[in-house]
């Protein structure tokens, strides 16, 4: 039986080192870790600190609050809004001075149904930026809240456009020191977890070379009996695995169940183009032009607003600018050759609707009023277009569920809206509500 003791020893170790190591990394996660990132890109709990304030309804000038708003604003505001500059949207400088926290709330959460209201401030700004309807966001009023925190405490500070703070006078310290000191809490986790692997690693190494020795030490004994001989000299048989009845079927069950699982997706997937990236023949940054540059869509697009479709650029519209500017540019050279063999430059198209499905811009842009973002993802970010949404026809009938009508100052949807409301009480007027979701809105 000594030999069944001296087996089992290795195992006790191990099982009491992993549980060491267990409580060190919960301690190290206690004591000052940064804590995890959910999929939106926010600390859960950093907001926290903004409740009270939300509650209440008045932002708070708390460094974790702002931080946390710091973080949110970037993640979602800065494409469209600086704090003191005009992008696509207004600069949002004395925000708080002009709408309430109350008002600003629900107008983040969904600007759509808040200008459907009839809204006067709302209507005002969605007609001043070329009815752009800025997207719905899922964010909770604490995070909300420290969003407008973080615009309070940016007011006047010089920052670039995008919402970028990097290297900026006169940041607050206090963010500077709280980034600092969850850097510093996410480094010295990191260190901790690499010498725990070390450390396990050798004693596991350790460990086996133990359990050698003192098989070595056994084998030199005169007084072992038959059956712990026979444990001291066994060995794994992995012929008798493989061999293994239970084990060949469950392989054969897996790679199966593999097959069948790549077979359905890829059924599933014909026909969806979603992340298409392809080559185009000249190479154009829409990250340069519509967002350092800030050129609107429509200057290039011109039938985006009026169109069924929205136009390719032809080259004149290219050399209204590239007359003069970087004329030694190779690719500004190939829209020069394109021009005088009088040959269109071979663009390719990324999203493509199928022949079966109408789908009409204009209706979309101009009377819908959404923005390009809605369906083309941030574009202004792109160096290389890619169709960002997956444009099914679920994702289109979802959209039409979700999204209301504006129906203020248009006699055609008064006894529609009036129907509906005596129906549906206070559910939106949405696309759907007004055909939206028919077969024949679509295929005819």
Not at 106 to 132: L, T
Not at 251 to 278: D, I, R, W
Not at 368 to 379: A, D, K, N, Y
Not at 401 to 430: C, M, S, W
Request: overall charge neutral; charged content about 15%.
């Amino acid at each position: 039986m000594t030999g069944i003791r001296l087996r089992t020893l290795p195992y006790c170790l191990l099982a009491l080192f992993l549980s060491f190591a267990s409580l060190d990394r919960a301690s190290a996660q206690d004591v000052g870790a940064a804590p995890d990132v959910s999929k939106e890109g926010v600390a859960p709990g950093a907001t926290a600190a903004a409740a009270p304030a939300a509650a209440a309804g008045a932002t708070t000038g708390d460094a974790a609050a702002i931080a946390a708003g710091d973080a949110l604003f970037k993640g979602n505001c800065a494409q469209c809004h600086a704090v003191n500059e005009v992008v696509v949207g207004p600069a949002l400088a004395g925000i708080t001075k002009r709408r309430s926290l109350s008002w600003l709330i629900p107008w983040i959460k969904n600007s759509s149904k808040v200008v459907a209201s009839g809204d006067d401030y709302a209507v005002k700004i969605f007609n001043q930026y070329q009815k752009q309807q800025m997207p719905s966001f899922q964010l909770s009023d604490a995070e909300i809240t420290s969003i407008v925190s973080y615009i309070t405490s940016q007011e006047g500070v010089n920052s670039p456009v995008g919402g970028d703070t990097k290297g900026v006078a006169g940041k607050d310290a206090t963010d500077t020191a709280a980034a600092g000191t969850e850097a510093g809490a996410a480094k010295y986790v990191d260190i901790l977890l690499i010498v725990l692997v070390v450390v396990l690693i050798v004693l596991v190494v350790t460990l086996v070379i133990i359990a050698n020795i003192m098989k070595d030490v056994l084998r030199g004994r005169k007084d072992l009996d038959g059956r712990d001989v026979e444990l001291l000299e066994q060995r794994f048989d992995w012929t008798k695995l493989y061999k293994s009845k239970v084990v060949r079927g469950l392989a054969l069950g897996v790679f199966l169940l593999a097959v069948l699982y790549e077979s359905v997706q890829g059924v599933m997937a014909v026909g969806l183009t979603q992340g298409y990236q392809p080559t185009q023949p000249i190479a154009f940054s829409h990250k340069l032009h519509a967002g350092e540059h800030q050129i609107n869509c429509a200057y290039c697009h011109t039938s985006v607003y009026k169109s069924k479709s929205a136009n390719i650029p032809s080259a004149n519209i290219c050399m209204n600018c590239h007359s003069q500017i970087k004329t030694e540019s190779p690719e500004i050279k190939k829209i020069y050759r394109a021009i005088q063999k009088n040959q269109p430059i071979q663009w390719v198209r990324v999203h493509n609707l199928p022949d079966l499905a109408y789908f009409n811009h204009s209706q979309h842009t101009q009377v819908g009023g959404l923005e390009c973002q809605t369906c083309h993802g941030p574009i202004q970010n792109m160096d290389v277009v890619y169709q960002y949404s997956a444009l099914t026809m679920g994702w289109c009938i979802n959209c039409h569920r979700e999204t209301p009508l504006n129906t203020k100052g248009n006699g055609y949807y008064d006894k529609l809206v009036q129907l509906h409301d005596k129906a549906n009480g206070a559910v939106p007027f949405t696309v759907s509500s007004n055909g939206g979701t028919e077969c024949s809105k679509c295929h005819y």
